[in-house]
């Protein structure tokens, strides 16, 4: 069975016969690693000041919502090229090369930091989680959001 990033082939649903490599739900990304509450995530990243958040969001979305206070800013679409260890060197974001860094994701939702976590686990992190309900979670929490910095 061929293994994507984003899970066996399958569409998510336990239909592996379509051949899709898809989880557009996120929910197998959401089984393979674990989600955090908002609270936990800023208790971990208190705790551990090398701990890393990472807003998977495209820059409109973070402009449009805030980002996490302390959160870096990686769209899910470049995460799995800045976080290898085997691109060019200029294409490698350098918070993103130690696999044994604590990483959690955040998005608008949740599928897509599910992903992108799941994502990470596959190229080797080992201490890596989602925001469960993410950023609406995050403020519903009354955590601090600051405006995104545009890059």
């Given at each position: 069975?061929?293994?994507?990033?984003?899970?066996?082939?399958?569409n998510g649903k336990g239909d592996a016969d379509r051949g899709?490599?898809?989880?557009?739900?996120?929910?197998?990304?959401?089984?393979?690693?674990?989600?955090?509450?908002?609270?936990?995530?800023?208790?971990?990243?208190?705790?551990?000041?090398?701990?890393?958040?990472?807003?998977?969001?495209?820059?409109?979305?973070?402009?449009?919502?805030?980002?996490?206070?302390?959160?870096?800013?990686?769209?899910?679409?470049?995460?799995?090229?800045?976080?290898?260890?085997?691109?060019?060197?200029?294409?490698?974001?350098?918070?993103?090369?130690?696999?044994?860094?604590?990483?959690?994701?955040?998005?608008?939702?949740?599928?897509?930091?599910?992903?992108?976590?799941?994502?990470?686990?596959?190229?080797?992190?080992?201490?890596v989680a989602y925001v469960e309900g993410d950023t609406l979670?995050?403020?519903?929490?009354?955590?601090?959001?600051?405006?995104?910095?545009?890059?």
């Open positions: 069975m061929a293994v994507s990033p984003l899970g066996p082939r399958g899709e490599d898809r989880d557009a739900d996120g929910r197998y990304a959401a089984a393979a690693v674990p989600g955090v509450g908002p609270e936990e995530a800023r208790r971990r990243q208190q705790a551990d000041p090398n701990t890393l958040i990472v807003d998977v969001r495209d820059l409109a979305n973070r402009r449009a919502s805030g980002m996490v206070e302390g959160a870096i800013a990686v769209s899910s679409g470049t995460l799995p090229f800045v976080a290898d260890t085997e691109v060019p060197e200029e294409w490698r974001d350098p918070r993103l090369q130690d696999r044994s860094r604590s990483v959690i994701t955040v998005c608008d939702l949740g599928p897509m930091s599910a992903l992108a976590a799941k994502t990470l686990k596959d190229m080797g992190f080992r201490d979670a995050w403020k519903d929490d009354g955590l601090l959001t600051v405006p995104s910095t545009g890059d």
